[in-house]
């Protein structure tokens, strides 16, 4: 198994016509990313249709057993079903695979990475690795400069979660959906379960019903103590869809040992790798979604002492990343980069 | 000063033509509030247009400091300013204030109310009565039933906060934006500070930049903590504005001293007045604003332990409530009905 791509990869993309598909062509070109070639795999549905990739146009393969002969790095992202499946494919025929999927995040001999956070674990991988939860990786870039510089004991997040983690159709059912409540015109939601138009709900995500807790919650907090490598953190956690179209927000508390010096929490995050601080209280900007929307950086602002823990030790923060992006296909495409040899990309 | 209303009030609303003015005139008429008349009062810009009142147009005057000869019921919904200024002759000519602004809300000798939760407070009033802020008014409804159980000790709160809290101007400004938005057209923000179509953003109340806190959840902090005379409750709060037109929800978490037992906590907010609990996990149906538009309860719901406490003995849950309603029209008239004589409502 070859812990590392070769200097020019030939590369897969798996679910090429996602949300995500799409968000990781983009990113392959605008980084530069040193492919030899892309090929695009998706279901029988979209095989024959093309998109334009690098400037050229490539056609669209369905996906089989046999498409990865001759690939160097297969970028999944069409589900978890799909990814069991066809990820031990595409590793038996060589290549190293960045699954942006659940199915193998909790896995121990599956790094699950965010490369400004534990780029080191990447080293490990037996040819999967796994780009978390859109949450995970937001919220981790922002928490990982306060956690290198004092531990962390205890996280709580309510999250504000764009249509787009529940893929384009949600995007465009969030569009028609409050289209037709502009005009007056009733609509039956297709893809997710409420009606989304000027509405927001509790997580589509199936639902444990001992705990109380979705889907989603679950495999954030796993998933934001296994990349802080924090097992036994603490993180209370609502998860809520709101009417906006690809960045998620959330409102955080973070507990430490000692009191909270904001302005030593804001001078680590300004200067933080893959941060961007938005934090005028004069002016009253701070991070928002339109302004994170197609953007790498994570927007991390209204740092202050959280008034609700006495003890002071407490810091408050607001963090909003391009679900796509950094939540996505930007994170999957900068663990590729890691895995490139030294001074390739 | 007469502690209570007559039996059938001579009622004046300040601020008619408002979001909130509206609401307070359909639950006048709804609640069959037993008015003698309804004079309507409102800027000069207004005065001479008519409004429906129980069936039969009014014709808008024009808000003077004489507008209050032979009132009993003033309710004041036009700011903080108007009611400064004219609360007062309201209370010399004779008329009882229940105010919906925040001019007057922390004052020793004005109670502020939430029929409900602290519904002997009004007892006190020395004319004027003050209406809470909306996310106060629509969180210690689902608060207090918990509080009277067991003491609450800590209490942190993320708010999804709807158009209707800054205005009709602002309704109206978040239909246009997303309009435009939908159309591929620009929309230059006029009412709200940002840009709302499918966006959102840290309230736009005023921030005291040395605390980081803004006026909104400064004033949701103070208010719960009296409404639930708890004067030293530690509240954790993030205030943010999200693209809904007029439901407020928040994300809370509740701390008592000991060990949270859920379906405790959910019996007793079954029963709770003026709390409808919408707990449904196996379906995935918790509170909505979309189901709390237009409803006089407040919904309660995701109750679960929260696992961000080790000890156990935080409870989380979410909440949304009409902001016109419960956190605005309804609470102030309910509160003018608290003053009528026994059994004249």
């Known amino acids: 198994m070859p812990a590392r791509l070769p200097a020019e990869p030939r590369v897969a993309i798996v679910g090429a016509t996602g949300a995500v598909g799409i968000e ?168 997710l379960p409420h009606p989304y138009a000027f509405n927001l709900f509790s997580h589509n995500a199936e639902m444990d019903p001992l705990t109380g807790y979705n889907g989603e919650e679950t495999k954030v907090v796993a998933e934001t103590r296994r990349i802080l490598g924090l097992p036994d953190l603490p993180v209370g956690i609502t998860c809520i869809r709101v009417p906006v179209l690809r960045a998620h927000a959330m409102a955080m508390q973070v507990t430490f040992d000692a009191p909270v010096d904001v302005d030593a929490a804001r001078a680590l995050l300004a200067t933080a790798p893959g941060v961007r601080l938005v934090d005028d209280r004069v002016r009253n900007h701070f991070p928002m979604p339109n302004e994170a929307s197609g953007q790498d950086d994570v927007l991390v602002g209204r740092l202050r002492v959280d008034l609700g823990d006495p003890s002071g030790c407490t810091l408050a923060m607001f963090v909003v990343g391009d679900q796509l992006l950094k939540g996505a296909a930007l994170n999957a495409v900068q663990i590729a980069e890691g895995l490139l040899p030294a001074g390739a990309a």
């Open 24 to 191: 990781l062509i983009r990113c392959l070109e605008q980084r530069r990313f040193p492919a030899a070639s892309v090929r695009l795999l998706a279901s029988a549905r979209s095989a024959g249709k093309s998109l334009s990739v690098m400037g050229a146009p490539v056609v669209i393969e369905e996906l089989t057993e046999a498409s990865f002969q001759g690939i160097d790095l297969a970028l999944f992202s069409a589900g978890s079903g799909i990814s069991k499946r066809f990820a031990p494919a595409a590793v038996r025929a060589g290549a190293v695979v960045v699954d942006n999927s659940s199915a193998f995040r909790m896995l121990p001999d599956v790094p699950l990475v965010v490369p400004e956070v534990n780029a080191p674990a990447m080293a490990s991988h037996q040819g999967i690795l796994a780009n978390p939860n859109c949450v995970a990786a937001i919220a981790t870039v922002a928490l990982a400069p306060l956690h290198r510089a004092a531990p962390i004991r205890r996280l709580n997040m309510a999250t504000y979660q764009a249509a787009s983690g529940a893929g384009a159709a949600a995007m465009e059912e969030l569009r028609l959906a409050t289209a037709a409540a502009l005009a007056g015109q009733d609509y039956a939601p297709q893809v």
